[in-house]
């Protein structure tokens, strides 16, 4: 079955800390791969996604995600994370047949001055 | 408006009630989805429109859940004789084209449905 996995479900890091959020995914054939986050009251949001070609994808507000087809992962990192960061973020995946995406069940991040 | 709004933003209702949630996407969207979103969860899909032809309903969880979109563009999820299982935010989503692993799906901020 289709399905995707995320590792850490509440995240607590300080200011200036690096960040680096799993994501496994379980599909055959070709697979698109999404991380979207929602901050405290708003709706969610795409961060960055990957279709195809280079697997080091970069999004906005300094994230970026590698797709590693070896380990079906698509790890979510940030260098050097701020308060704002304080969000949950979802990964999600998309095959190429049926209209579902597929998310995980999310991880909440808390930045702390 | 500019993003994708869904009305009520919050509904109590007791068990044994009917429930409708509106879905107003934004303007020339081809594709509609309707998510279910458990506390602690990460959102379930439930249908997806295009246009105003259904074409998946694979993720409704019951004959008590309904979904139209008559005119391709305003979307009604409705909840027959809830349960208390039903309560969840229902979360809309839209996006231009009518791929959903090519596209950028666009939220709303979600109707949080509480059945007492």
């Known amino acids: 079955a289709q399905s995707v996995s995320q590792h850490n479900h509440h995240v607590i890091l300080s200011e200036a800390a690096s960040l680096e959020l799993g994501c496994n995914y379980s599909?055959?054939?070709?697979?698109?791969l999404f991380w979207y986050v929602q901050y405290p009251g708003q709706h969610l949001q795409l961060l960055l996604k990957?279709?195809?070609?280079?697997?080091l994808v970069k999004g906005i507000k300094g994230f970026e995600a590698e797709f590693i087809k070896s380990k079906f992962s698509f790890n979510l990192r940030k260098p050097s994370v701020q308060w704002s960061d304080t969000a949950e973020y979802f990964c999600?995946?998309?095959?190429?047949?049926?209209?579902?995406?597929?998310f995980g069940k999310g991880t909440s991040l808390l930045v702390t001055p | 408006g500019a993003g994708v709004s869904q009305s009520p933003r919050y509904k109590v209702a007791k068990r044994g009630q009917d429930v409708a949630l509106r879905c107003d996407p934004i303007?020339?969207?081809?594709?509609l989805f309707w998510y279910q979103q458990a506390l602690g969860q990460g959102p379930e899909f439930l249908t997806y429109f295009q246009n105003e032809a259904q074409l998946d309903k694979s993720g409704l969880p019951s004959d008590r859940f309904f979904a139209e979109r008559p005119e391709g563009s305003v979307s009604t999820l409705k909840i027959q004789r809830t349960q208390q299982e039903d309560s969840a935010v229902y979360l809309c989503?839209?996006?231009?084209?009518?791929?959903?692993?090519?596209?950028?799906?666009?939220f709303g901020e979600g109707s949080r449905l509480t059945v007492l």
């Open positions: 989503a839209s996006s231009l084209v009518g791929q959903v692993n090519t596209g950028e799906l666009f």
């Open positions: 990957y279709f195809s070609g280079d697997p």
């Open positions: 599909y055959g054939g070709t697979v698109n």
């Open positions: 303007s020339g969207h081809v594709s």
């Open positions: 999600a995946a998309a095959g190429n047949s049926g209209y579902a995406l597929n």
